[in-house]
Structures are given as C-alpha cells and as structure tokens.
C-alpha cells in the first residue's frame, strides 16, 4: 500500500487505504506533523499496522516532569514483533519535538524498550542501564524477560529521577575560582591581569572579616582606554562600573539572560553566602543560547565544542570495570570517598584517561584535587597506610604505598607564563581551569571518582573527538609561546600513538621554530623533553620529525640528519631488540645509546658543548665526551684486526658499560664486529673461574700479587675455550707456576 500526497492543495488522496489507514493519518496531522514528516514515513514504506501502532504511541503518552526536564514515557502491547519500533520512536520524538522518549512495548513474551533523547541533561544509555540495557547519551535500547510492561515503567521512573540532570543554573555555568582585584590595583597591574589570565573583564572587590565585599567591575576596553590617555598609575576604583547586577547559585537561565542582558554587563558575579564563587560571562550564556536554538532547529545532539565551559560527559564504569584491575579501581573508589569526606571533588586525569580509551595499559594515577590536594594526601595515607612526600610550593604531593607503588596527587590549578618560555605561577583553581592549563586536548579527559559521580568522563575540550580522529592538537594559540617543550611533547605523542600533528599546531610549531622561543629555554628542560623521546620504543621517527621541523639545531646546529644517521638509528633499534630477548637481568638506559648515537659526528670539543648546555651530569658527560672516543677507537680497531682471541675481546669490552657496547655495536657495518661483540654479551662477558686463591696457596705460593697473574692467565685460558672443569684450571696453574 501506497499513501499519495498533493503538496499543492495539502489534500491527502489514499488509493487502497482502509478507514484505519485514513484516521492514523489524519490523526497524525492532528497533532501537528507536516507533510514532509508524513512524506518521510511513506518513503519507509510504513503499513496501516506500523501507523496505527505510531497513532497508540501519540494517544499513550504520559508526560513526567523529572528534576525540571520533561520525559515522555509511552507503552503499548502488540502481539507480534515489530522490526521497525525503533524507527517509529524516532519519528516520534521529531513529530512532538519531545526532548526525550522511552518507549515500552510488550511484543510475544518480551518486553522492549527503546529511548532517544535530544538534550545532554537526559542520557538515555545511563537511564536504560538501569533495565540491563545499553547505549550512549542520545539513544539506548533494553529487552526485558520476566516483567510486566507495568513493573518496567516503574523501574524506569526510578532510574530516571536517580540519572536526569536538572537544567542548568548558574553554579553549572560559572567560571570558578572568579578572578577579581582590589580597587586600588592600577590600571596597569589590571591590565597586565587581563592579559595573563586572557579574559577580558575583573571583578573589583575587598575581603573584609572573610566575606567579599563586592564594589563592582571593570573591562579592557576601559582599561585600554585609560591606558591610551596616560592614566595607566590611576587606581580601577577611579573608572570602574559599581553596582554590578549579580545571582545567586541556583538561578536559572532565564534569570541569568535577564540580569546580563539589562544590566548591560559583561561579567555576571554569583553570590553565595557574601562570597563570589564564581563569574558568568556573556559568552557562556551565548554558547548555551545557541546550543538551545540549534537543537530546535537541527533536532540534533549538540557538536563537540572545543574550548567550551560545557563538558560532554558520560557514565563509563563499565568500560573502567573491564578495562582496570580490580587494585586500580579499589583505590580509585577510596580516593573518591576519602575527598567526599573532606568536601573536596576528586578526578584522575591525563594519560591515564587517555591510554585507557587507546586500550593501552597505564597504572601512573594523576590524581586532581579540587581544594587541597596535600591535606587529601595526609587523609588518604593515614588510611591505607602509605607515605607522603609533599611540595607546599606547588600544591602536590606524592602518595607511596609500602610496595612501592606511587600515586601523583595535586589541587586543582591553573598556570600563567609571564614571558615567552618562562616556568608557569601557579594558582589554585578548579577542574575546568586546570584542565586547561595542559598541553593538547588529548591529555585534557577526566574522570570523576567521588562516589556518586564515580566514573562518569568530563570532555571540556573535544578530546574523545581528537583521539577518535587520531590528532595532536593545543588548546590554545599561543601554547607554544608559553611553554616551546611542548613541540618536543607533541612530536613524541604523534610518533607513539600513530597520531597527526593537526593543520593549525603544526603552523605554530613551524611559528615557534621562525620565532626562536627555543633561545630562552634553559638547555635542562630541552634535555628532559629529548630525554623521554629517546626512551620512546623506537625514536626514530620522531627525531625524523624534529629535523623536519628545524628542531635539531636546538640541540646543537652541527648535528645533522643524513641517510648515515637514520641508519645508525634503525640499526640501534634493531641490537637493542636483541639485547632484550637474552633477558639479562640487568638494567641499561636506552636513551643513552640513542645519544650516543646522536651526537657521533660531533668531536670531542663540540660534545663538552651539548653536555654542558644540556647541564648532564658528570657521570654521563664522562661516558658522552670520554669512554665514546675510546670505544670508537676500539671499534676501529676490531673492524681491522679482527679475528683475534675471546681473551682479548674480553679484555677490551669489560672496561665498558653496557650502554657503550650496546653502541658499538650498532655503529660497525661489519657482521663479524657485531658477532664478536654479540658472543661477548652472550658467552663471555659472565664467564668465571673455579680455582681460588686457597688452591694456588696449596701449590706452594706466598700471597701477592702473583695469585692475580695466575687467575688472570686461568681466565684467559678458559676465554679462549682451553680450560673445561677446575681439574683443567688447576692443572694449567701448576704448569703456569712451574715456568715463572
């Protein structure tokens, strides 16, 4: 069957339509559907049962009023299945323009719930996880055994006041801690505030017997123009707008539209109990204006907003159950309900949250404390019976259990830079702010661990979207201007998780290198970024990446990448791959064998340079401008004279660390310099004698120096595949002895 329809009258005609057909139409324009609505549903081809089916949907519809938001919950009975129930939902919460929908239908002997929504404060998938279900914000699906459609509605209902957000009032939409000044702060120092914090108006207050004393606020604008008529000494209190307009914590959007709109302000304080706790700005009642008017328009969810004070946020504890040991997420919980008991928010941020949606594995807890981070540390130690080492200076703390595992505690911060380069001031601050302050929206999710929110996922700045499309992004356009080792950080990320440097971070790291910031860093902090590039698994890539960015002349302008280099690289890779596999138990430092191999072309002079400026220590500047010309010049000694005995390839390569042979290695071309070193590692370097000084004082001889000589001549007879058992070592240190 086929409904015709003439858009030029708006008359319906229904060539073979039943009298049913005809009122579930005619009902459906009823209720307001146009015809495009009623075209699309005819293009799906819908029978005179799926209408009639949509038309009992309409007519059972209860409206809930859940914490402010208005739900519509629908049931309906059918004997046989229906393929399309989700399709009809769909179409029904366009139809009604409903902000959310669950629909419940007995169909057989099951019962099938089906939910969309159009607005973040009703996140379906939480909802119907509820009812065994699943899904994600906007669109969520359960079958149910063993209940009656009835018994689910109520089940459902309980969910929904646990799970719906209310709408958002003015504590949901703040900035928080406000920043604000004294009125006697000059129009210069407020404007180099301005500009510190990248804002674009202050609140002017005074504390007084600890409550704020709010006198009013001033903008840049004003302050510029001060500024441009020399009045840059004058105090704020001279030129700022007093009365300011302010709401309290709970009001809506309605009243907050009213009070910036009249008062004309650009900055709305919000009081609570005489102190300001936060500031709402003209842009963030823009940015949820039009969020409104697009999904009235659109009927679609709103887009990630990079930058927006709005997280898209979600429930993933499921995800963390599967993903997490059970120890992991055990502290995670005592976190939570240790900060809950001290009033305090507690989230774990950065790369454990980000490896976690990369399915990699990662037990570094960075946990943020919004309020102080080291009073949480001192309860949360006193409860599991760990240590603290504290940094009043910073805010953090670092929690060490008696097994050795540690957890990165800090209070939630914010960081400025007053110069290019410069290390960041640190201000207390709240979770958005200090978010903010990281290097790429990658590292920016977080995941709340206070028991009630336990792991929902708090996205301010796209990153699911980023990790989604595999891209290295700042947050901001000056980033690299604040902190230049963030160009090395991206580098590496990019090179690790198989990422791209996106369009606009990789234009301003190229304005970066023109721009020279790197000049102002001290040689320590450019060392540690290369440091961790060179512990990377295998580097590289990434320093194929730096020099295609100009980046190595940082290091030095007389190192240079040439196919030669790139080789030694690959060839390092592949003999520290091999090294692994003899599972040797002991360690060695990969990033060593990396710089080794770096800096193999600079002379003697030019190494003391980079070690000096990279402020390494003596140890490894000994190994850097010391043992490696030594072992460079043995290298060039087994290349030439090679075969010789094991004895003498022991001799040479005991005097050298791990690390320098691991470089010999790697820098000959000759297969048979590398059999030779590798036999070393492998066979010779753990060879030991039996005899002992007591047997060679058995055959006569005074203490001294002689019984070294003996031991070193049984060695080397053993070395070189002579000697077998200690009858072997004791019968050539009789012979030995009987020629001296």
């Not at 704020?236 to 009213?258: C, G, L, N, R, W």
């Not at 943020?368 to 760990?386: L, N, P």
């Amino acid at each position: 069957m086929c409904l015709g329809i003439y858009e030029d009258t708006g008359s319906f005609n229904f060539p073979s339509t039943t009298e049913e057909d005809f009122i579930a139409a005619a009902y459906l324009l009823s209720k307001g559907s146009n015809l495009n609505i009623i075209s699309n549903l005819i293009a799906r081809e819908i029978n005179s049962e799926q209408i009639g089916l949509l038309n009992d949907m309409i007519q059972a519809s209860n409206f809930y009023n859940i914490n402010g938001i208005e739900v519509v919950v629908t049931i309906i009975s059918t004997e046989n299945y229906v393929p399309d129930f989700a399709f009809l939902v769909q179409k029904m919460i366009k139809m009604e323009n409903l902000n959310a929908i669950f629909a419940i239908a007995r169909m057989e002997e099951k019962i099938y719930v089906v939910a969309r929504s159009r607005i973040d404060e009703v996140d379906v998938g939480a909802v119907v996880s509820f009812l065994g279900g699943g899904g994600h914000t906007f669109a969520a699906a359960a079958t149910i055994k063993n209940m009656t459609p009835a018994q689910t509605e109520h089940k459902l209902l309980e969910s929904l006041y646990k799970t719906v957000k209310p709408e958002r009032v003015a504590k949901d939409l703040m900035s928080s801690p406000p920043i604000m000044i004294g009125p006697d702060v000059t129009c210069r120092d407020a404007n180099n505030s301005l500009t510190r914090y990248n804002i674009n108006a202050l609140l002017v207050a005074e504390k007084t017997a600890g409550k704020d004393e709010l006198l009013g606020c001033i903008t840049r604008q004003v302050i510029e123009k001060a500024i441009y008529h020399n009045l840059d000494h004058v105090p704020v209190k001279e030129y700022m707008s007093t009365e300011p307009a302010t709401v309290e914590p709970d009001a809506d959007i309605f009243e907050i539209q009213k009070k910036i709109i009249e008062s004309k302000q650009r900055i709305l304080p919000v009081i609570d109990n005489d102190k300001v706790v936060g500031i709402i700005t003209r842009t963030n009642l823009l940015n949820i204006l039009v969020r409104w008017s697009q999904q009235t328009a659109t009927n679609l969810p709103e887009p990630a907003s990079r930058g927006s004070i709005q997280a898209r946020t979600k429930n993933i504890v499921k995800f963390m159950n599967e993903r997490l040991s059970e120890r992991i997420l055990s502290i995670l919980r005592d976190i939570g309900r240790v900060a809950e008991k001290i009033g305090y928010g507690a989230f774990i941020v950065g790369g454990f949250v980000r490896d976690l949606f990369l399915y990699r594995s990662n037990e570094d807890l960075d946990i943020v404390i919004e309020g102080d981070g080291i009073a949480f540390a001192k309860k949360y130690a006193e409860k599991v019976g760990a240590r603290i080492n504290a940094y009043n200076k910073f805010g953090t703390a670092v929690i060490i259990f008696p097994d050795g595992f540690k957890i990165d505690v800090a209070s939630a911060r914010m960081e400025y830079y007053k110069f290019p380069a410069a290390l960041p001031i640190v201000e207390m601050s709240s979770i958005r702010l200090d978010l903010f302050r990281r290097d790429f929206t990658i590292n920016t999710l977080a995941v709340q661990l206070n028991p009630e929110k336990f792991g929902i996922l708090i996205d301010f700045f796209a990153a699911q979207k980023d990790i989604k499309e595999k891209a290295i992004r700042v947050l901001h356009n000056l980033s690299f201007v604040e902190d230049p080792t963030r160009v090395f950080r991206a580098i590496r990320f990019e090179q690790r998780f198989g990422f791209s440097i996106g369009k606009l971070t990789s234009r301003l790291i190229e304005n970066a290198v023109k721009m020279n910031f790197f000049k102002r860093l001290s040689g320590k902090r450019v060392f540690s970024e290369l440091r961790q590039i060179l512990e990377e698994e295998n580097p590289a890539p990434a320093i194929i990446r730096l020099n295609g960015y100009g980046l190595l002349g940082v290091i030095h302008p007389d190192i240079e990448l040439n196919k030669e280099l790139v080789e030694l690289f690959n060839s390092v890779k592949k003999v520290l791959s091999w090294y692994d596999l003899l599972f040797i138990e002991e360690s060695y430092m990969k990033w060593v064998v990396y710089f080794l191999t770096l800096i193999r072309s600079c002379n003697k002079r030019i190494s003391g340079r980079i070690c000096t400026r990279f402020e390494i220590t003596p140890r490894f500047m000994s190994i850097f401008c010391n043992e490696r010309f030594g072992a460079d010049k043995y290298l060039l000694w087994l290349e030439r004279d090679l075969p010789v005995q094991n004895s003498v390839v022991y001799k040479r390569l005991s005097g050298f660390n791990t690390e320098i042979i691991l470089y010999m290695m790697a820098a000959t071309k000759l297969e048979s310099v590398k059999k030779a070193i590798s036999h070393y590692f492998a066979r010779l370097r753990y060879t030991d004698i039996l005899i002992t000084g007591k047997d060679i004082k058995a055959m006569g001889l005074e203490s001294g120096p002689i019984y070294r000589e003996i031991m070193q001549a049984v060695l080397d007879a053993r070395l070189n595949g002579k000697l077998k058992t200690l009858n072997d070592e004791l019968t050539y240190a009789r012979k030995y002895v009987s020629k001296l």
